[in-house]
């Protein structure tokens, strides 16, 4: 299976601009997921085939990468951004998700 | 606007048997792969199982397979789980996702726990 490897936490200030990453221990192409989670609520899809914004997602989230390596950026970070934040790929079979990066406000 | 509403979850002793069902709302379903994804508590995010958009086809993890059966009824608009010969393991919140952008639309989800 597709290993996908994410930092667990970061803290950033409001108004920052962070860099969530993910790793795959294999060519995912750009087949490549990202989903905000906040507490008690279901995943929501943030960016779809690595750079592609979802539709009613502020333009403060952007993706990009390809293969191996890719970047989920918040820009500028805002209060109500505080969740975890999990990669997807759906490349290879089966499909996987990575760990999680819990975003926190300082 | 989509709308994917499971029922269905509960408390279930180890070893026996429980079905999920999702009913869709919002889009042409028999258009769309969909699948379910579970997270245990605390945890991260598992692909469970997922279903071709004319039901044709299934797909699952080896965690899973062989003891999960996905299907769907289209007539309904409506996707199930289900699940036999539990584990303490398979204690999570199951969603029902539609697979389109990537799982672009999940539900509120449902909890299942398996403990004697």
């Known amino acids: 299976d597709t290993v996908l490897t994410q930092s667990p936490a970061l803290a950033v200030s409001p108004g920052e601009r962070v860099t969530i990453s993910c790793r795959a221990s294999?060519?995912?192409?750009?087949?490549m997921h990202w989903y905000q989670q906040k507490p008690g609520q279901q995943p929501k899809l943030l960016i779809y085939?690595?750079?592609n914004l979802e539709s009613g997602v502020p333009a403060r989230f952007s993706g990009s990468g390809s293969g191996t390596d890719f970047t989920l950026t918040i820009d500028p970070v805002e209060a109500d951004d505080t969740a975890t934040y999990f990669c997807?790929?759906?490349?290879?079979?089966?499909?996987?998700f990575g760990g999680g990066t819990k975003l926190e406000l300082k | 606007e989509v709308q994917l509403v499971e029922t269905g979850g509960g408390l279930v002793q180890p070893g026996r048997s429980l079905k999920l069902s999702c009913v869709a709302s919002?889009?042409?379903?028999?258009?769309?792969?969909m699948s379910w994804t579970r997270q245990a508590p605390g945890k991260g995010l598992e692909w469970v199982a997922s279903i071709t958009n004319s039901g044709g086809s299934t797909y699952y993890p080896d965690s899973v397979k062989g003891r999960f059966t996905i299907s769907r009824d289209n007539a309904q608009n409506t996707l199930y789980l289900q699940m036999n010969s539990l584990r303490s393991e398979d204690t999570a919140t199951y969603y029902c996702t539609r697979e389109g952008r990537g799982f672009d639309y999940w539900g509120q989800g449902v909890m299942v726990t398996v403990s004697s």
């Open positions: 919002g889009f042409t379903f028999n258009n769309y792969w």
């Open positions: 294999e060519s995912v192409s750009t087949g």
């Open positions: 085939g690595a750079s």
């Open positions: 997807q790929q759906s490349w290879n079979d089966p499909p996987t």
